[in-house]
């Protein structure tokens, strides 16, 4: 794994999806704008959720946390978790993982 964070990104990119789940169980009902903005060295990527149907609009949402094999790389910054953020993450992103970063909130 640590082979593909040692490279540094040198390109542009940006990606929008929704995603949601047609199956029963905790994101039932929930679906997820995700935005990706790559510039550089930079990868900012926005997961924002909310209720599909406007009933349910009003109820709280959920907020996921990246994957375990993200999380050297990843900094959660915004809801703020209430601690001291450090800059820059222990790993970074190589152009070969940033595709499959993307993917991995499909």
């Known amino acids: 794994m640590d082979e593909y964070f040692k490279l540094s990104s ?3 990119l940006r990606t929008c999806h929704v ?3 047609s199956e029963p169980g905790p994101l039932y009902g929930i679906e997820f704008l995700s935005f990706t903005y790559v510039v ?4 900012l990527q926005l997961l924002a959720p909310r209720w599909k ?6 109820r709280p949402l959920i907020s996921l946390n990246p994957n375990v094999y993200w999380e050297q790389a990843v900094i ?5 978790p209430g601690e ?4 820059p993450p222990e790993k970074r992103f190589g152009d070969d993982m ?5 993917e991995s909130v499909q």
Not at 40 to 43: H, I, Q, R, V
Not at 84 to 87: A, I, K, M, P, V
Request: charged fraction near 15%; hydrophobic fraction near 40%.
């Open 19 to 21: 995603i949601g789940s």
């Open 98 to 102: 940033i595709d499959t970063f993307i």
């Open 40 to 43: 550089g060295k930079l990868t």
């Open 53 to 58: 149907s406007l009933s349910h609009r009003g």
């Open 10 to 12: 040198q390109r542009t």
């Open 84 to 87: 001291f953020l450090s800059w």
């Open 76 to 80: 959660l910054f915004w809801p703020h």
